[in-house]
């Protein structure tokens, strides 16, 4: 992607900025639609740089719920969903719909990340006894079970550069995460004396969101907390959770990868510099700033430069720093799920973008 010089560093909001693909946005309101078009500036200059597209409109519905998307791509009224679909419906359509069925890995995980500058969570010990606490066997399930899923207990996902097997949260802390250790979560809230505090989850409202928040706040209902869920609009939720002016405690939020370093996990989510405070572009949604980590971090992202390996080595040592002072909860990396409707053919997928929909046909 090139974008003009004068492009600003802010988020554009509805404004879309100029770019050199084969497509164009027409129209985007974020609580109905948005439409992209061939862009008739576009010019092949590689195909496996940047092919063209096959269709000439692609039109994106918002409002539905991950249950009517479901019902909607089997019927033919709409090509693909973009959300996971609920873990009710995977076994009708893995069975019944096997052949429109995509399953891929990811570079990805889910995780809760905690306001560390809120009660309860400004509290090193609550953050930690959280992380003690979840099983995350049981939201594996709430997913879609482990062909969809795997537990993880650190920032960096499997396979991905600077990831060294490592779980402390834990019964038998080492290089995997067996079960939750309810006593020393315990011990460590009563340690804390927040235990009674109210606390609130917010998550999209889509069936699996809700499901994980469901289970997060029966967690902290039983560490003592007066525990309750806030499901909005998957339309705003990533925003509204980024803005310190809504005073969010704890959500449930995703990361995927743009880029294999990890610099594009730990330093673009909990780097200072990502903290925002009044914003609805403040992505470190935990608040957490640390100016040493911070000064390990570019140091690594330079080192990287001329000697990868070792760059990978720190960053694993970063990782596990962070988790230390656990500003989020890392919960399950996910794989993707594509539900496609029977007219979409030339199906194709990317680590980093998924579903390339630029080169699917209909017909």
């Known amino acids: ?84 679909p609920p873990a009710d419906r995977l076994n009708e359509i893995g069975t019944q719909y096997a052949e429109q069925v995509h399953v891929n890995p990811l570079t990805a995980f889910w995780y809760a990340p905690m306001n560390v500058n809120m009660a309860p969570f400004d509290d090193v010990r609550v953050r930690q006894a959280l992380n003690y606490a979840v099983d995350r066997n049981a939201l594996v399930q709430v997913f879609g079970g482990p062909v969809l899923a795997q537990p993880v207990c650190q920032i960096l996902p499997p396979g991905f550069p600077g990831h060294e097997d490592s779980c402390v949260y834990t019964q ?32 999209e409202d889509t069936t699996v969101s809700r499901g994980v928040g469901t289970y997060l706040q029966s967690v902290l209902t039983d560490l003592g907390y007066n525990a309750s869920v806030n499901a909005i609009s998957s339309n705003i939720q990533f925003t509204y959770i980024q803005n310190t002016n809504n005073n969010v405690q704890i959500s449930v939020s995703q990361w995927y990868q743009d880029y294999p370093a990890a610099s594009n996990f730990l330093n673009v989510l909990l780097s200072c510099a990502s903290f925002h405070p009044g914003s609805d572009a403040s992505v470190n949604i935990s608040g957490y ?75």
Request: charged share 20%; net charge negative.
């Open 172 to 203: 038998n802390p080492g290089t995997a995460w067996t079960a939750p250790d309810m006593d020393k979560a315990r011990a460590l809230v009563e340690e804390s004396g927040t235990a009674g505090q109210d606390v609130t989850v917010v998550v």
């Open 1 to 84: 992607m090139i974008l003009p010089a004068e492009t600003p560093a802010t988020d554009a909001g509805v404004n879309p900025i100029p770019g050199t693909g084969p497509y164009y946005f027409e129209s985007y309101n974020p609580n109905e639609s948005l439409v992209m078009v061939r862009n008739p500036h576009f010019k092949e200059w590689s195909q496996d740089a940047q092919p063209d597209g096959y269709v000439d409109r692609i039109e994106y519905g918002f409002g539905l719920t991950d249950e009517a998307q479901v019902t909607a791509v089997q019927n033919g009224q709409a090509d693909w969903m973009f959300d996971q």
């Open 289 to 363: 700033c640390n100016e040493e980590l911070d000064a390990r971090m570019q140091a690594a992202m330079e080192l990287a430069v001329t000697d990868p390996e070792a760059a990978n080595a720190e960053w694993a040592k970063i990782d596990q720093a962070f988790m230390e002072e656990a500003p989020v909860v890392p919960l399950f990396t996910p794989k993707s799920i594509d539900f496609l409707s029977t007219r979409v053919g030339n199906y194709m997928f990317s680590n980093q973008y998924k579903w390339v929909m630029s080169e699917a046909w209909v017909q």
